[in-house]
């Protein structure tokens, strides 16, 4: 059906698309890679369950968490200093902060309920929303002050 001679080269070529292919997934260019935020020159991201942080110039992208569970959601304050996110360490998925380099979470919620990192306000409170205090299934916002450790919630 096929001359004798493109047999040979047809698989050469089909061994090295594997090749190539492989390798290629195996130095970690390909992947997950969801919701990215940035500041100055960092980025930080969520992949592997993870959070990760790169700089925007590029290079070689570093982990911040290894924990089990997942990590998600992350925004950078304004400062840049702290990260605010998202993570089901203890059952339900709430917030919390760490350093930017990395460093020890500190928990912010308690709700009992999906809660999603949504931001910081330009006075550095962390902005997220949750239905733990609605009596509809609607999720609402709320503001925590990371000094008093006071949280506002906006009713609709």
Same mark, same amino acid.
Do not use: C
């Given at each position: &059906?096929? #001359?004798?001679? %493109?047999?040979?080269?047809?698989?050469? +070529?089909?061994?090295?698309?594997?090749? %190539? /292919? +492989? *390798?290629? =997934?195996?130095?970690?260019?390909?992947?997950?890679?969801?919701?990215?935020?940035?500041? /100055?020159?960092?980025?930080?991201?969520?992949?592997?369950?993870?959070?990760?942080?790169?700089?925007?110039?590029?290079?070689?992208?570093? @982990?911040? $968490?290894?924990?089990?569970?997942?990590? &998600?959601?992350?925004?950078?304050?304004?400062?840049?200093? $702290?990260?605010?996110?998202?993570?089901?360490?203890?059952?339900? *998925?709430?917030?919390?902060? &760490? #350093?930017?380099?990395?460093?020890?979470?500190? @928990?912010?919620?308690?709700?009992?309920?999906?809660?999603?990192? /949504?931001?910081?306000?330009?006075?550095?409170?962390?902005?997220?929303?949750?239905?733990?205090? *609605?009596?509809? #299934?609607? @999720?609402?916002?709320?503001? %925590?002050? $990371?000094?008093?450790?006071?949280?506002?919630? =906006?009713?609709?």
């Amino acid at each position: &059906m096929f #001359p004798k001679k %493109i047999i040979p080269v047809f698989k050469i +070529t089909l061994f090295l698309f594997f090749v %190539i /292919n +492989t *390798s290629s =997934f195996a130095q970690g260019f390909e992947g997950y890679y969801n919701y990215p935020t940035a500041h /100055n020159n960092t980025l930080v991201f969520s992949a592997e369950g993870d959070l990760w942080t790169v700089p925007l110039s590029g290079g070689l992208a570093q @982990r911040l $968490t290894t924990h089990k569970e997942e990590e &998600m959601f992350p925004k950078i304050s304004p400062d840049g200093k $702290t990260i605010a996110f998202t993570a089901s360490y203890e059952g339900p *998925s709430e917030i919390y902060t &760490m #350093p930017i380099n990395g460093g020890l979470p500190t @928990r912010w919620t308690y709700e009992s309920d999906f809660s999603v990192t /949504n931001g910081w306000t330009p006075d550095g409170k962390i902005i997220y929303d949750t239905r733990a205090y *609605s009596t509809l #299934p609607q @999720r609402q916002l709320v503001l %925590i002050d $990371t000094k008093t450790k006071q949280k506002e919630v =906006f009713l609709k």
